[in-house]
């Protein structure tokens, strides 16, 4: 998952691009205006977070320019304009959702993570990975055709897993995806939900192992 930060507050651009790589995202970081579209020209992005009062180019600016030839990737604008009337012209311009200063880290991670489910949910119907099937619009799943029953919670790890199979996803990550609002969940919460995947998809050609010191990857066996 890879998400473009455009913020000209150094510390704080440097602090989202440093907590959203904890959290399991490539982040790419542009302190302007310009930079941010260079980015954008340059690259695709799963999602973009966006600073509605940046040098050279407004945030709102980049986003008319997006929207104006096409690029219709979830864009969330961050910005200490909490009026509604500047809620409304960010969300008339374009912008999928709408964070005012200041906020905490998990809230963006869980804002972020809800755009990126929905844009995959409209840009593509399942995901597959050996005879692993995920319906992303009916959030079904299936084993070589036979459904499996998984509960919320064991969906959305995954789902996460799938997306980024072959590639290691941390136990931060995990737990920023599935506790957004929670400072501390239980201490093997993550490995209890692991665990019951595991032996759910036990009768599938894929794995989750364990990377010691690092987090868990899904592989097909």
């Known amino acids: 998952m890879k998400v473009l930060i455009a913020e000209d507050n150094v510390l704080l651009g440097k602090s989202l691009k440093r907590g959203l790589e904890e959290a399991g995202w490539t982040a790419d970081w542009g302190a302007d205006g310009k930079e941010a579209w260079y ?4 690259g695709s992005y799963d999602v973009v977070v966006l600073d509605w009062m940046l040098p050279q180019l407004s945030g709102l600016e980049v ?22 009337d500047d809620r409304v012209q960010g969300l008339d311009t374009g912008a999928d959702d709408y964070l005012a200063k200041p906020f905490e880290m998990v809230e963006l991670i869980s804002r972020l993570n809800a755009l990126y489910r929905r844009s995959v949910a409209r840009g593509a119907s399942t995901l597959d990975c050996g005879n692993l099937t995920l319906e992303l619009n009916t959030l079904k799943v299936f084993i070589a055709g036979q459904p499996v029953e998984l509960t919320g919670k064991e ?11 072959g590639h290691v996803v941390s136990r931060h990550a995990i737990v920023s995806l599935l506790y957004p609002f929670d400072q501390e969940p239980d201490s093997n919460s ?8 595991r032996r759910k998809l036990s009768h599938s050609d894929v794995e989750i192992a364990t990377v010691r010191g690092k987090g868990f990857i899904l592989r097909v066996a």
């Open 39 to 42: 980015f954008l020209e340059a």
């Open 190 to 197: 993550v490995d209890v939900l692991l665990n019951r995947l």
């Open 63 to 84: 986003l008319q320019r997006l929207r104006s030839k096409g690029n219709n990737v979830p864009v969330i604008m961050v910005t200490a304009r909490g009026a509604v």
């Open 155 to 165: 969906y959305d790890l995954l789902q996460a897993l799938v997306g980024k199979a």
